[in-house]
């Protein structure tokens, strides 16, 4: 449970998925002497966990500085939300990449051919990892959820801002004058009170989903 972390649940069915998962894995790495593999889950688990939290705390900053003092805000409110878009995206996908992380050392420990440890570089991110439980378990309830999470437009596009966030720099506000009133576009997004809330509530219903289907798979392979 994410209260033995320190960290209130972000909601029950998140919290009791995230603790059952990782109840089978200690006690089938236990059973099977899988130490390492047991050491390698639970670092992908314990960061998703603090990156989630992260990410909800980003989300709940960012939107209280949006409502309070605007999206055109004087220079220090503007440091802050810059600060919080950036943390908040970061820690979107990282929460996303950790829990598909977790997600391959389940299927490790089940057919470690197919999911080598140390992974390959290109199996390292979630587009990796649905390949490679797309080719271990064709046609699995899992395996299509994690398809289909890391191939959506919604989840695309806010890997992508990450990445301009991470290696090219900081994205201007662009305003429009004249003409009815318009939020600032801030690379391709308005900025407004919906810029994180919308894309924190997708990424806790992917996550939700995602951690439902892994607990499910687990149980079904005898986890």
């Given at each position: 449970?994410?209260?033995?972390?320190?960290?209130?649940?972000?909601?029950?069915?998140?919290?009791?998925?995230?603790?059952?998962?990782?109840?089978?894995?200690?006690?089938?790495?236990?059973?099977?002497?899988?130490?390492?593999?047991?050491?390698?889950?639970?670092?992908?688990?314990?960061?998703?966990?603090?990156?989630?939290?992260?990410?909800?705390?980003?989300?709940?900053?960012?939107?209280?500085?949006i409502?309070?003092?605007?999206?055109?805000?004087?220079?220090?409110?503007?440091?802050?939300?810059?600060?919080?878009l950036?943390?908040?995206?970061?820690?979107?996908?990282?929460?996303?990449?950790?829990?598909?992380?977790?997600?391959?050392?389940?299927?490790?420990?089940?057919?470690?051919?197919?999911?080598?440890?140390?992974?390959?570089?290109?199996?390292?991110?979630p587009?990796?990892?649905?390949?490679?439980?797309?080719?271990?378990?064709?046609?699995?309830?899992?395996?299509?959820?994690?398809?289909?999470?890391?191939?959506?437009?919604?989840?695309?596009?806010?890997?992508?801002?990450?990445?301009?966030?991470?290696?090219?720099?900081?994205?201007?506000?662009?305003?429009?004058?004249?003409?009815?009133?318009?939020?600032?576009?801030?690379?391709?997004?308005?900025?407004?009170?919906?810029?994180?809330?919308?894309?924190?509530?997708?990424?806790?219903?992917?996550?939700?989903?995602?951690?439902?289907?892994?607990?499910?798979?687990a149980?079904?392979?005898?986890?």
């Open positions: 449970m994410f209260a033995a972390l320190g960290i209130n649940p972000l909601n029950k069915p998140i919290d009791d998925d995230w603790g059952s998962l990782l109840a089978r894995m200690q006690n089938y790495c236990g059973k099977n002497a899988m130490q390492a593999q047991l050491s390698t889950f639970s670092l992908a688990w314990n960061g998703f966990a603090f990156r989630i939290e992260a990410c909800r705390q980003h989300n709940d900053a960012f939107t209280a500085s409502r309070a003092f605007g999206n055109a805000p004087a220079s220090d409110q503007r440091s802050v939300q810059e600060r919080e950036f943390a908040f995206f970061s820690t979107a996908i990282s929460a996303t990449e950790t829990l598909y992380y977790g997600i391959y050392v389940v299927g490790n420990v089940l057919k470690n051919a197919d999911f080598p440890l140390p992974q390959p570089q290109n199996l390292f991110y587009n990796g990892v649905a390949v490679a439980f797309r080719k271990a378990y064709p046609g699995d309830g899992l395996t299509v959820r994690l398809q289909a999470v890391s191939s959506d437009p919604y989840y695309r596009l806010m890997r992508n801002r990450r990445n301009v966030l991470s290696h090219n720099g900081q994205p201007p506000r662009n305003f429009v004058v004249g003409g009815p009133p318009q939020d600032p576009n801030w690379a391709g997004f308005a900025i407004n009170d919906h810029t994180t809330t919308d894309r924190f509530d997708w990424i806790m219903t992917a996550v939700e989903n995602v951690l439902a289907d892994a607990d499910d798979f149980q079904r392979m005898g986890l």
